[in-house]
């Protein structure tokens, strides 16, 4: 009896022990998350900024989660080529992406990409646009180059045909009316150094190309395109301090595969969260001339849908 009794014991134990384990089951497995490297795709070329940030979250999430993140780059396409193959990547957490502002403007460039297509895991950055002249332009504010605007058209560089930068250009448009001639060099640099050298009334570009410039009195800055000032270039006002309701930017955050089971997509969520709060990340970005924007992964699919609907009536336009 006493044997028939202690057998009994240990198999109730031993039942209990593996309720609690989860070892066999389907939400133990997915607890465990993860148990190998993940791979970071990342849509640019290494050195770039979007590289950058990556390889910066990267590092912040390696000792958060307890694997390595490999970052892959897959330049090409505009960014499709990235997008795509993350598209077609199991669900399974193991394969993320960086998606930059991009990902929110290529669906209306013909390309098989929109934010509802995947998991938006969190934004961890912003680079917000800003409108700079030659140091010797007649004028000295948004509202004086609006005012011109509107007599006669203006010539704004941007980085490329279709850049985030180009819809600054049309957003400046469509929000002020001013006649805006876009001219697309090949980055943002040389469309920087076009007013530089006079050749264009304007640059729309990020911080980053014109701050030390700015610096250095070599041109003048008009607005930044984002809701507050930017602590490297502090005197700079914004556009809705001049009256214009315009913020534009390129932003980038974590996005996977649609379809994470439920507790794989929390701890990725999380973990980005906490990464974005690590100071070497933080340095990073600052450093970079950005800015260290998070939205959680509703916030951020909010906003990635907002901004390709914004997006398409400015490339319709």
């Excluded at 070329?45 to 950058?52: F, Q």
């Excluded at 993320?96 to 990409?113: C, R």
């Amino acid at each position: 009896m006493k044997r028939r009794t202690l057998i009994a014991t240990v198999a109730a134990a031993a039942l209990a022990l593996g309720a609690c384990s989860g070892g066999t089951g389907e939400e133990g497995g997915d607890s465990e998350f993860p148990t190998k490297d993940i791979t970071l795709i990342v849509q640019a070329a290494a050195g770039g900024g979007s590289d950058l940030s990556s390889r910066a979250l990267a590092t912040a999430l390696e000792p958060i989660l307890g694997v390595s993140i490999v970052v892959e780059n897959r330049p090409g396409a505009s960014g499709s080529t990235a997008m795509l193959h993350v598209k077609d990547q199991p669900a399974d957490g193991y394969t993320i992406g960086f998606g930059p502002v991009e990902i929110a403007m290529l669906g209306s460039m013909n390309y098989d990409v929109h934010p509802s297509d995947y998991d938006m895991l969190g934004q961890i950055m912003l680079g917000p646009g800003v409108l700079s002249v030659p140091a010797d332009s007649p004028y000295n504010t948004l509202e004086e180059f609006v005012a011109a605007a509107q007599d006669k058209e203006m010539t704004v560089a941007n980085s490329g045909a279709g850049s985030i930068w180009e819809l600054a250009g049309a957003s400046l448009a469509d929000e002020t009316g001013a006649q805006i001639k876009p001219v697309p060099f090949d980055g943002g640099a040389p469309a920087v150094a076009a007013v530089l050298g006079g050749q264009v009334d304007a640059a729309a570009s990020g911080v980053n190309e014109v701050k030390q410039n700015l610096a250095d009195g070599k041109l003048k800055v008009l607005a930044i395109f984002h809701s507050e000032r930017h602590p490297e270039i502090p005197d700079v006002p914004t556009a809705a301090e001049q009256g214009y309701d315009i913020e534009i930017g390129g932003w980038g955050g974590i996005y996977a595969p649609k379809g994470l089971p439920e507790d794989v997509h929390e701890t990725l969520e999380s973990a980005i969260a906490e990464a974005v709060e690590q100071d070497s990340y933080q340095e990073i970005i600052t450093g970079s001339g950005n800015l260290v924007v998070y939205r959680d992964s509703a916030e951020f699919t909010e906003f990635a849908e907002s901004e390709a609907e914004r997006f398409a009536g400015l490339l319709e336009g």
